[in-house]
Structures are given as C-alpha cells and as structure tokens.
C-alpha cells in the first residue's frame, strides 16, 4: 500500500512539475511588489503619437488586418486585469492601431486601426500582422502596436507593445526603457508559432478598473492543465487532453470570445491520472476562436485558444 502511494505520489508531483513548465507566462502568477501590487501596466514615453484617429470601428470577430493585407500574421491575446491581479476587467475598450508592413499609418481611413473589447472575464484577443519599420529621424523604431486601453468609467492607458528580438528596441529611446514610469520592459514580448504558422503573443493588461472575480489569480497549478487540442483549427470535432493531478470535480468548457457559454464538454469527479474527451459540435456555431476552460471545483486553472473552421 506504501509503494503503490509513494507510486502515485511520485506520478503527481512529476505531471504536476511538467505543467508549471509547459505553462505560457500569462498563466503563471504574477511576481508582486513589496507593497503586495501586481506590476501595473505603463505608459509609452512616446504616448500617443502623431498618427492616431479617433472613433476607429468595432472589430468584427476580432479582426484587425483584413486576409489580404500583406504581412507577417501574428495573433495578440491576453486579459485585462486590476491593480492586484486578483479579478479580470469585462468590457475593457481597446483602442488599437499600427503601422503597416511597409511602414505607414492609414492616415485618411481606418486600415489597421480598429476596437475590441474585454469579454466578461476579462480576456481579449485579436489578429493582424506585424507592423513594418519606419524611420524616426535617423534611425529606425522598433516593430510596435500602439494601444489606449480604457476601463469602463476609468482613464484610459496609451502604451506601446514591442516584440522581443528586435534589434531596434535596444537604440530606441521608449522600447529601450527599463525603470521608472515608462518602463517598457514587461511590454516586450515574445512571438512563438502556432496554430497554421501564426505568431502568437501574450500580453496581459494590469490597470485601474472595477473587475469581476472569476479566481484566476487563485491559480493552483498542482490542480491540472489541459496539454493539447486537436485538430486546431477544427471543424466538427475536437479532442482534448488534460490531466488531474489532485482528486477534484472537474469541468472542460467552451467560451467565445465574449465570455458565453458554449457547451459544457465534461463535468465529473476525477482521480489523478490523464484523460482525453472529444467535443462533437452538434450545434451551429460561428468560425472564429474559442476558449476551452478548464475548471477543478468552480476554480478556473487553465485555458487554450482553439479555432473553429
């Protein structure tokens, strides 16, 4: 009885210490100041530039570079979240807009300019290409998106993000900063490849706002992971591999982007071990991206980004 627990144990503890590592970033609680404060989001020291136009549209599905629009595609996710960390912020406006892959702003129309908004839980994605490089007086800026984020009732953030590996950011006088007010160094992110060779970035939002608790940042990563989805894309069918690593009731769901539910996908009391579940998608959705969410006991622990075909 000894060996077989010890067994067990041992299996635990290594899935469990597997997925801390397979984890993305954003997941991954966020280091706190002193004061117990989250690293709240900072400004641009550029700020909002010369080349912004007010009352961009709505995107639709999340769009904001058009299928034929020439460049690099690159998919930016994250969530948005208050001064703790502790609760997301629904219905957050973000204002986007950058430079073309050639270089240029759309300074008469709206190409490349464009809102999404913070679903319910505080997640937002988009999808566009990585913006071209443009000189700024002798030397070139770095490839950067810039945003104004504004949380229902609250002022709004103007900022940059940059992509790390660029070797204009070490020269550039705002993606160069590193301390203080407008430090830019939690602002430069990663692009990794993903679903169809589509870079992918993660960036969480951290700013003043009214949020809605949801647990998140009670994030238990003992508790289990989802490890894969596939196909991604999918069309009608699309299998989920997750492991438990602490006997719990567990729930794999679907949201959109806006925080609705789709489908509860499983929903029982499992042992640890790891499990594989088929969603066979019996009623009409819309193509676009979706979230499947897994739960242990009502606590949200992980979540992957799937494409619906």
């Given at each position: ?39 709240e ?91 071209g ?88 990563l ?12 999918f069309s ?13 009731k ?25 499990y ?5 998608v ?28």
């Amino acid at each position: 009885m000894k060996k077989n627990h010890r067994r067990n144990f041992l299996k635990n503890l290594s899935l469990s210490s597997l997925a801390i590592g397979l984890l993305p970033s954003f997941l991954v609680p966020k280091k706190l100041k002193a004061n117990g404060a989250c690293n709240e989001t900072t400004e641009d020291a550029y700020g909002q530039g010369p080349f912004y136009t007010s009352n961009a549209p709505n995107l639709t599905n999340g769009q904001l570079a058009s299928l034929s629009e020439i460049g690099t595609r690159i998919i930016i996710s994250g969530r948005v979240l208050n001064l703790d960390c502790s609760q997301g912020i629904p219905n957050t406006e973000i204002d986007i807009w950058h430079a073309d892959d050639a270089g240029s702003y759309d300074n008469n129309g709206y190409n490349l300019r464009g809102k999404v908004f913070s679903n319910n839980q505080g997640y937002y994605i988009f999808e566009t290409i990585r913006p071209g490089l443009y000189l700024n007086g002798s030397t070139y800026r770095p490839s950067h998106i810039h945003f104004k984020i504004t949380p229902p009732g609250f002022n709004p953030l103007i900022t940059q993000l940059y992509f790390q590996g660029d070797p204009y950011i070490s020269n550039d006088f705002a993606a160069s900063m590193n301390s203080g007010q407008y430090d830019a160094s939690s602002r430069i992110i990663p692009l990794n490849t993903g679903v169809n060779g589509v870079l992918e970035g993660v960036w969480d939002i951290v700013i003043d706002g009214n949020g809605v608790s949801t647990k998140i940042n009670d994030l238990h990563l003992d508790k289990g992971v989802i490890y894969k989805t596939t196909p991604n894309p999918f069309s009608d069918e699309l299998k989920i591999k997750f492991g438990v690593f602490k006997k719990a009731k567990i729930k794999i769901e679907v949201i959109d982007l806006k925080g609705n539910n789709i489908e509860i996908i499983e929903e029982k009391n499992l042992i640890p071990d790891k499990y594989e579940v088929s969603w066979r998608v019996r009623k009409k959705i819309k193509s676009g991206h979706y979230f499947i969410i897994m739960k242990a006991n009502d606590l949200q622990i992980h979540y992957k980004k799937v494409v619906k075909k």
